[in-house]
């Protein structure tokens, strides 16, 4: 007698389930999946003790007629294809016909339904995929699936579930995911008569990520819309400083199904390569239309797992649109700050917090006007300074009205009094500093283009002159810097090469009408811009310089090294010189000139340009390090990680004291990258503290 069995048909779907029914978030899954093939723009999901001992998933789509009830707890039962050739154009997000049949058989499930051509429902309980009772009852449009006790009849499975908690934790994940591809859907959780998530439903996805991820990460989105031959793009993905540390915030859709794809990931990874911290990821939600003819969905019974026929234009389509996303917005950081208990400017003090208090402003008028006498003798004495300040500080006398310096100062908020710092005590001399240094500053905000120096020697204007005075660089304390003497002669500049000019000038953008203030702690250059307060990290920023420069020199094949007075031996392994020998031609457009020097060395003659120099032998060891582990065959790939580290040790240190041409130089240069936001390890490169942010540190504005 033979051994082999056909198995009956209860034993078949126990088995399927093993692949369908994984935990609790597959049956909601699978239900939710059906409620959208149904048309339902309502879908509520409740789950009780992590979804163990009941869910309930309960839609207003179009329901399942009288005839289908039954049939639809049979496997490989289903209304959406109804031969193979509709497998190679898959438009719903089901299609197998294994779901309700794997489910019925490790559960109770009981089913509630009604069409609108019906005035009656219909109510079917299933019992481990045995039909129990049905009959007619009263309902809503659409369809109700009440499922309990899960894997009551195979307790192998039952033990492996986790605890409630984790298990509802899933459910929430794959119904975010899912609210997430269809925004048009109002989709509302509730665990444990709590509710956990409700989208409204409006097609507004910016409005579906502030309801699953809170405000600050919808804030720091960048929105995109691309489309090519291939596929149609839209969605968000985060800007840096929301990346995280795990991918769990990537959520990829093709045609409305969320799936996994290392294709995608990878074309991620690559578009934020230079953005972000190694070991971080970054924040998306892509929906991705494309032709389901070039799609193969129907790899796992998870339907998670897809295949595409033309994968390199698909990581091109995603690398590009993510990548135009991130070069297309300025990505500098705020600066945010939150009161903790012992910050330092946090101020205790409640009279302070009254809500009539208003910041005075200090009346100068007075100390003019009651004395008269020693302002006029500074007058004469002065009479040889510049007429001009000497006017305007008239005229701005003449203005002022008489006060008592000793009562409570008025409110004002004139233009006349904003910009004057005399305090008591102060004479005409100081006031005509005063007036000479905000002259100056003006003239440094209205300029074009505050880095227009180096602009303007490339295209051989000598028309400029330096507008800098010892008493406004002793009083401001900041760098005034070399502008040109009129505004015509920065577009003169720009004439030798108009394609060029425009393109500097929308790079140069960020720091346009600036003022540079000076450094802190060695490391740190502060920068004005209107209302903003810009603080530079010039190791990061010259790390991006140094790294767009190199990788533009490593593209076109240009030497950027220089020769070693005295070469540097190195002793390394045989097989390690035989793979750097492999790699020879990499090494050599990389700066790195070298032979065999024999007994296991090699002879380095020329290195990449690099501040220290005494650190030849280990860049080149930790480069030789880095391509080994790259693990790849592509030159492009291997020689991105090299330069890094290049970058890295030429950029300039931190605590290194810079002087004003060398400020200058790097705010030049940094303007001129393609991304002088973040540095080629996705550091920040610049942090914004705003007027406000700075006012409420000190309380002045509530």
């Known amino acids: 007698m033979g051994k082999i069995v056909l198995l009956d048909e209860n034993t078949s779907n126990k088995i399927a389930a093993g692949e369908v029914v994984e935990r609790p978030a597959s049956v909601i899954k699978e239900l939710v999946e059906n409620s959208i093939d149904a048309g339902a723009d309502n879908i509520v999901v409740e789950a009780k003790n992590g979804g163990i001992s009941l869910m309930r998933v309960t839609d207003n789509g179009s329901g399942i007629e009288d005839d289908d009830v039954e049939i639809a707890f049979e496997r490989h039962a289903t209304s959406k294809i109804r031969s193979s050739n509709d497998l190679e154009s898959i438009g719903t997000l089901g299609f197998r016909g294994e779901a309700l049949a794997s489910i019925a058989s490790v559960s109770v499930v009981e089913l509630t339904t009604r069409t609108r051509a019906n005035q009656y429902g219909i109510y079917v309980r299933v019992e481990g995929g045995t039909v129990k009772e049905i009959k007619q009852v009263g309902c809503p449009v659409g369809t109700s699936f009440t499922v309990s006790s899960l894997f009551y009849n195979t307790p192998a499975r039952y033990k492996f579930l986790k605890k409630d908690s984790t298990e509802f934790g899933y459910i929430s994940e794959i119904v975010n ?6 925004p048009g859907i109002s989709m509302k ?22 309801s699953i991820y809170g405000k600050e990460v919808s804030r720091n989105l960048l929105p995109i819309d691309y489309e090519d ?91 590009h649109a993510i990548n135009n996303a991130l070069l297309s917005t300025p990505l500098i950081r705020n600066a945010y700050f939150t009161e903790k208990s012992g910050n330092l400017f946090k101020i205790t003090d409640q009279e302070i917090k009254k809500p009539d208090f208003v910041q005075q402003n200090i009346e100068t008028a007075s100390i003019l006007k009651n004395k008269n006498e020693l302002t006029d003798k500074n007058e004469l004495t002065n009479q040889n300074r510049d007429k001009g300040a000497a006017k305007a500080v008239k005229e701005e006398k003449s203005n002022y009205n008489y006060i008592d310096i000793n009562s409570t100062p008025p409110n004002i908020g004139t233009e006349e009094s904003k910009n004057i710092e005399v305090f008591q005590g102060s004479d005409l001399s100081t006031q005509n500093e005063i007036v000479k240094k905000e002259s100056l500053h003006n003239n440094n905000l209205n300029s074009n283009n505050l880095f227009s120096k180096k602009l303007c020697e490339q295209s051989g204007d000598n028309n400029k002159k330096e507008i800098e005075s010892p008493e406004s660089k002793q009083t401001n304390k900041e760098y005034n810097l070399i502008v040109s003497d009129k505004t015509d002669s920065i577009d003169k500049c720009k004439s030798d090469d108009k394609e060029d000019g425009r393109a500097k000038e929308e790079k140069l953008e960020v720091f346009k009408n600036a003022t540079i203030i000076g450094q802190v702690f060695s490391t740190y250059i502060l920068i004005q ?156 490169v610049i942090v914004k503290l705003t007027k406000h942010e700075l006012e409420k540190m000190f309380k002045r504005v509530l």
């Open 177 to 182: 995911r899912i609210a997430l591809a269809k």
């Open 529 to 684: 811009k209107d209302n903003n307060l810009l603080l530079i990290d010039q190791h990061a920023a010259h790390e991006r310089i140094m790294y767009e420069y190199y990788r533009e020199k490593f593209s076109k094949k240009e030497p950027f090294s220089q020769i070693l007075l005295t070469p540097e031996v190195v002793e390394i392994p045989y097989n390690e010189i035989k793979f750097i020998e492999g790699k020879k031609e990499i090494f050599n457009n990389l700066g790195f000139n070298f032979e065999n020097f024999g007994n296991n060395s090699i002879i380095i003659r020329s290195v990449p340009f690099i501040n220290d120099i005494n650190s030849v032998k280990e860049l080149f060891l930790e480069i030789v390090d880095k391509i080994k582990k790259s693990n790849v065959d592509n030159i492009d790939i291997m020689a991105d990680e090299a330069i890094y580290t290049i970058a890295c040790k030429a950029a300039v240190k931190a605590n290194k004291k810079l002087d004003e041409k060398e400020i200058i130089s790097v705010m030049d240069k940094l303007g001129e990258t393609r991304n002088p936001y973040t540095c080629p390890h996705g550091r920040p």
């Open 229 to 319: 031959s291939i596929l149609k793009i839209k969605g968000y993905v985060g800007k840096p400083e929301i990346s995280r540390s795990t991918r769990e915030y990537q959520s990829v859709f093709i045609n409305g199904r969320y799936i996994k794809s290392k294709l995608i990931s990878a074309a991620i990874e690559e578009a934020y390569k230079t953005f972000v911290m190694k070991n971080k990821h970054p924040f998306t939600v892509l929906n991705i239309n494309i032709n389901p003819m070039l799609v193969d969905v129907n790899v796992h019974p998870t339907k998670m797992e897809i295949r595409f026929s033309k994968e390199q234009e698909v990581f091109r389509s995603v690398y």
């Open 189 to 210: 959780l509730i665990g444990n008569s709590s509710v956990v998530l409700h989208s409204p439903g409006n097609n507004d996805l910016l409005s579906v990520i502030f």
